[in-house]
């Protein structure tokens, strides 16, 4: 399936939407995850009864789906929603992108209360709600402790910083050429350094800048909401959220899940 990309923004949003004016990201030049991160999910949304686009999403409990803000977006501007879960959809036993088996549906879902999409990065986090019982794992990815990355910005962060590493999963793009963008619709992972962050009550507090060697990869269109894991951990530390490039190069910068307004917005699903 081909996907146009539009970009409106200084900061590309790494969610893919099949129609709609809003992008996306995916894993480039990164590995495939296979069994691995199960809980890591295609989310795809609906307007009007169609298809519009397609996020990542982490399953926090059988019910509870982790998404970007802009993956849910505004109130009334998606009609349907629900996740896959096999790590190859494409060649996977499903009805992509209508329901069927490996597919559970959305029965609600919300973005953070002060969301909008016109400052999309302040509050870039949702919650979709599966219906019951929605999809049964061992176990489930864990949140981070209140203002846990602060430990890593300013003087006394520095050198630490060096040496930190994020895992990012995702379902997005592997290539983009002149605003077409194509994906394989598989379950990928790699590893980004953190460039940036601030501490709190500085500019900026709520996101991390993220990079990686070029070989590497980064994320890329239809990663948006996927989970940035604290190096080899199960904790959270943030969602996709933004490119600073379109064609997928460079830093991207992921929502923190740290800050106390978003945890308690989370927490109150589970």
């Known amino acids: 399936m081909k996907i146009i990309d539009v970009m409106k923004n200084?900061?590309?949003t790494l969610g893919c939407l099949l129609t709609l004016s809003f992008s996306a990201k995916a894993i480039t030049n990164g590995e495939?995850?296979?069994?691995?991160?199960?809980?890591?999910?295609?989310?795809?949304?609906?307007?009007?009864?169609?298809?519009?686009?397609?996020?990542?999403?982490?399953?926090?409990?059988?019910?509870?789906?982790?998404?970007?803000?802009?993956?849910?977006?505004?109130?009334?501007?998606f009609s349907a929603m629900r996740v896959f879960t096999e790590s190859d959809v494409r060649n996977g036993n499903n009805y992509y992108p209508f329901s069927g088996p490996n597919s559970v549906e959305a029965i609600s879902w919300a973005s953070h209360p002060n969301y909008t999409?016109?400052?999309?990065?302040?509050?870039?986090?949702?919650?979709?709600?599966?219906?019951?019982?929605?999809?049964?794992?061992?176990?489930?990815?864990?949140?981070?402790e209140a203002n846990q990355?602060?430990?890593?910005?300013?003087?006394?962060?520095?050198?630490?910083?060096?040496?930190?590493?994020?895992?990012?999963?995702?379902?997005?793009?592997?290539?983009?050429?002149?605003?077409?963008?194509?994906?394989d619709l598989l379950r990928m992972f790699t590893t980004q350094r953190l460039k940036r962050a601030a501490p709190l009550g500085r500019k900026n507090d709520f996101f991390m800048l993220l990079g990686g060697k070029r070989k590497n990869g980064g994320a890329c269109v239809g990663d948006s909401g996927g989970p940035n894991f604290f190096g080899d951990s199960k904790v959270i530390a943030a969602v996709t959220s933004f490119s600073q490039k379109e064609n997928c190069k460079g830093t991207s910068g992921v929502f923190r899940l740290d800050r106390i307004n978003v945890l308690t917005f989370i927490e109150s699903y589970l």
Do not use: W
């Open 10 to 12: 200084t900061l590309f």
């Open 32 to 77: 495939l995850a296979g069994d691995n991160h199960p809980a890591v999910v295609l989310l795809l949304m609906e307007a009007a009864g169609a298809p519009v686009g397609r996020c990542t999403g982490t399953l926090l409990s059988p019910t509870v789906v982790l998404t970007a803000g802009h993956c849910t977006r505004e109130p009334g501007e």
């Open 117 to 144: 999409n016109a400052d999309f990065t302040r509050y870039d986090v949702g919650i979709v709600t599966l219906q019951e019982p929605g999809i049964i794992l061992d176990s489930y990815p864990n949140l981070p």
């Open 149 to 183: 990355f602060d430990q890593f910005t300013g003087k006394k962060g520095k050198k630490g910083k060096k040496k930190v590493s994020f895992t990012t999963v995702g379902y997005g793009l592997q290539e983009t050429k002149a605003g077409i963008v194509e994906s």
